[in-house]
């Protein structure tokens, strides 16, 4: 096998991706004269055509010209036709040290970048609504539509993605993703609102598959005595971070540029990503699940991790690999709905509940919401202790028996939400919320094998944005004959309640576990179990 460096591990074609790069880059810059040109007008451009720029239309085409470009670099042969799989033949194991590496230590900023930015496209639409009805003159439905076409691209974007990573490699996925957080950041100078609205859905892709392959590359790189407890601390850690740069960044720039200025933001934050490629590595378990045996020797020698025989012969790869198809076969059926029943439930919570609390609340709702928030740092570092420490299963239960009683308890205030009890169960709310949301990613990333780790990683995610598609409207309608937290909270508890009894009765514990090590079907957990208790009966 010809020698391939960790750098260029994952890019087919080294330079058909950076000329892509290169491409695209140069493509935002020539949007920019024509920002700028707008600055007596305040930067407002609608009513503008799209033609009316030889620089726009230039620039236009160099962003379709590098994307094709990179995707040509990151496309390697099929998996299928490198040959027989490795998996089985080999495991990873952790070093003599079993610690992270500073080749960890550098994954984890990188990746945790990428989720920053990840999660502050959907959070920037908060602050650009007010100044886009304005410059657009529309109403407050129609302005609506855009994170209703957001979210639904984010979750056409967790399916494919999820089947991408499966097929091209995690690190490849990724690149791809932030290559077009680039392209989209000149939605900033799309003169109409439908063309808003495409740019949002294609952006709103790219935010939806970056977040579940990220938890698939930390779950399959990192040692798992550290692994739990660090993803769990980036899911819950990045989102704070996020909404706290969009915030500020929000309340520096528009007055000045403007909300279109939102959209740009995000480009040095995207580049940085491509920059920092060297520091994110492909999965050591995917070259092996694809006999680049080589490859991930060199990868998991900077990890200071090792490859040791495994138990099985090689096996070869499945037809359905990087499809959802295998989600809902024989043995995996009840955790795909397990964990997606989990995840869809708290989509209902997120969406739906949580979207009408500063409604519900009114003018308490500037000193509610912010105070019981500050709660959910804390609340998360101490979930993922447990998650990491004592149980990943209950920790997600405990998550869940939270959101669930603070649902009861805010239903049982009726109207009266501005009481003391309000700010309780507000805390304990964002508090299990927060919890279920940061272990939920890592979660799914734990249960599934490298074969589908993917997919199943963004089977999760689209599910915990589905209920944003129809939780709202519904809520709504409850509003309008039942005013008040009662109904809408009993009605966002009950699947909550649901899915948490699922996981606490079919859940399958992580915690502290290699990867190879988690029961993948019925019969293995039934094995797991009886060789648990011959061995503390032995030890008796």
């Known amino acids: 096998m010809a020698r391939t460096d960790n750098n260029s591990a994952g890019i087919a074609r080294p330079w058909w991706f950076w000329t892509g790069v290169v491409l695209s880059c140069v493509g935002v810059g020539l949007h920019l004269p024509m920002f700028f040109a707008m600055r007596t007008m305040h930067y407002r451009m609608a009513g503008m055509g799209m ?63 990428a989720l920053v930015i990840d999660v502050m496209k959907p ?5 650009i609504i007010p100044g886009m009805r304005e410059e657009y003159g ?42 077009m957080f680039i392209t989209t950041t000149v939605c900033a100078v799309m003169p109409t609102f439908e063309w808003n609205l495409f740019m949002c859905l294609v952006m709103g892709m790219a935010a939806g598959g970056l977040l579940p392959i990220v938890y698939a590359l930390m779950a399959e790189s990192v040692p798992a005595r550290q692994r739990s407890i660090v993803m769990v601390l980036q899911a819950g850690l990045a989102t704070v971070a996020a909404y706290f740069f969009t915030s500020a960044l ?54 200071r991790m090792v490859l040791a025989d495994g138990d099985h012969p090689p096996a070869e790869l499945p037809r359905h690999q990087g499809t959802v198809a295998p989600l809902f076969g024989r043995g995996a059926l009840a955790k795909t709905l397990v964990v997606g029943s989990y995840a869809l439930s708290w989509s209902i919570v997120n969406w739906g509940f949580m979207t009408f609390l500063p409604t519900l609340l009114g003018k308490a709702a500037g000193g509610v919401l912010p105070l019981s928030s500050l709660l959910a740092v804390p609340g ?8 990491a420490r004592w149980s990943s299963r209950r920790t997600m239960v405990l998550s869940g028996v939270v959101t669930v009683l603070a ?20 805390a304990l709310l ?61 009605c966002a508890a ?8 699922a996981i606490g009765l079919k859940g399958r514990e992580t915690a502290g576990r290699e990867l190879d090590e988690v029961p993948h079907d019925p019969a293995a957990v039934l094995r797991h179990a009886t060789d648990e208790r011959g061995a503390r009966a032995g030890a008796a």
């Not at 009950?494 to 009894?501: F, G, I, S």
């Open 430 to 490: 964002l508090i299990g919320t927060s919890g279920a949301v940061a272990t939920l990613a890592p979660y799914a990333a734990e249960i599934y094998p490298t074969d589908v780790r993917g997919a199943a990683s963004g089977f999760t995610a689209a599910c915990s944005k589905a209920g944003g598609l129809f939780a709202p409207p519904l809520i709504g309608l409850l509003l309008a004959h039942y005013p008040g937290m009662r109904i809408i909270g009993l």
């Open 138 to 179: 529309i109403s407050a439905a129609e302005a609506a539509a855009l994170p209703v076409v957001a979210l639904a691209g984010t979750i056409v974007g967790s399916l494919v993605w999820g089947w991408l990573a499966d097929r091209l490699g995690r690190r490849a996925t990724i690149l791809l993703s932030s290559l």
């Open 123 to 127: 959070a920037t639409l908060a602050f």
């Open 250 to 303: 929000a309340a520096v720039l528009i007055p000045v540029f403007g909300w279109r200025i939102m959209w740009l933001v995000h480009f040095p934050f995207a580049v940085a990503i491509i920059v920092m490629n060297r520091w994110i590595p492909e999965s050591p378990r995917f070259l092996v699940r694809y006999g680049r045996v080589a490859e991930a020797e060199r990868i998991l020698a900077d990890y």
């Open 494 to 501: 009950v699947p909550m309640a649901l899915a948490t009894v």
């Open 407 to 426: 649902l009861l308890g805010l239903a049982a205030t009726g109207r009266a939400g501005t009481g003391p009890a309000v700010y309780v169960f507000l």
């Open 380 to 387: 998360t570092v101490l979930v993922a202790y447990l998650y």
């Open 51 to 113: 033609g009316s720029s030889p620089e726009m239309i230039a620039g236009m085409v160099l962003l379709v010209v590098g994307l094709v470009a990179a995707v040509i670099g990151l496309v390697r042969h099929r998996p299928s036709d490198e040959g027989t799989s490795a998996a089985g033949r080999y495991r990873v194991e952790p070093g003599p040290e079993d610690r992270l590496s500073p080749a960890h230590r550098r994954l984890i900023a990188a990746l945790s970048l």
